[in-house]
């Protein structure tokens, strides 16, 4: 029963507790902070254990970046724009990028 009970949990709950990001590796938290759009549920707890580390997440925004660039390559988002003045913006989670 206590199984069964643990298994629903799960099932509502998601797999991801404030414990399975406190055994993350700072580059991997950092990274999902980054890429993951703002209204994802886990960014606040993200943001929590950041906090809690005093990780501010600098030495990754590069690598951030290139991760959101090739995910908009790979699959524009249905909301991208294109102005035919020269400049094209692609949405990619909470990232919007102009070129």
């Known amino acids: 029963m206590k199984k ?3 298994l629903i949990t799960v099932a509502l709950t998601g797999c ?3 414990e399975t ?3 993350m590796s700072n580059q991997e ?5 980054l890429t993951k759009p703002d209204y ?8 929590n254990e950041l906090a809690k580390r005093g990780e501010d997440c600098k ?3 590069e690598q951030a970046k290139v991760r959101n660039t ?3 390559i790979a699959k524009p988002a249905p909301d991208a724009i294109q102005n035919n003045n020269s400049m094209t913006c692609i949405k990619a989670g909470s990232l919007l990028q102009c070129n």
């Open 16 to 18: 991801a507790t404030p």
């Open 40 to 47: 994802n549920i886990y960014q606040k707890d993200r943001a």
């Open 59 to 61: 030495n990754y925004i």
């Open 29 to 33: 938290l950092c990274m999902g902070y």
């Open 4 to 6: 069964i009970i643990t």
């Open 21 to 23: 990001f406190s055994k």
């Open 70 to 72: 090739a995910n908009a």
